[in-house]
Nanobody, 126 residues
Framework: QAQLVESGGGLVQAGGSLRLNCAASERTYALYNMAWFRQAPGREREFVAGITPNSRTTAYADSVKGRFTISRDNAKNTVYLQMNSLNAEDTAVYYC???????????????????WGQGTQVTVSS
């Protein structure tokens, strides 16, 4: 069973940048879709960005398109989320997730993901 560990969260001023990292415990992760979701207090967990196993397809929520970039390095069992031009609405706990299917059509759908990390807090001060 893949285990996912996020890191890179923290406190940043509006307009700043952060890079989140998600390290997977097993090489089989290279066969999975990977994604980032986030959950703000009092709100449902929402899709942020996703990437297929070969990085050929990526998907983004409209709210982060043009500001966030998802990428992966299968040799390092790691997926990244580069976040630029952060604003207060980006404040949330960010979760890494893995979907065993690898189907591009599944990228945005929370219920398709089989494994989840423990989350990392991102706080943007305005």
């Amino acid at each position: 069973q893949a285990q996912l560990v996020e890191s890179g969260g923290g406190l940043v001023q509006a307009g700043g940048s952060l890079r989140l990292n998600c390290a997977a415990s097993e090489r089989t992760y290279a066969l999975y879709n990977m994604a980032w979701f986030r959950q703000a207090p009092g709100r449902e967990r929402e899709f942020v960005a996703g990437i297929t196993p070969n990085s050929r397809t990526t998907a983004y929520a409209d709210s982060v398109k043009g500001r966030f970039t998802i990428s992966r390095d299968n040799a390092k069992n790691t997926v990244y989320l580069q976040m630029n031009s952060l604003n207060a609405e980006d404040t949330a706990v960010y979760y890494c997730a893995a979907d065993r299917s690898g189907y591009a059509a599944n990228l945005r759908w929370k219920n398709e993901y089989d494994y989840w990390g423990q989350g990392t807090q991102v706080t943007v001060s305005s």
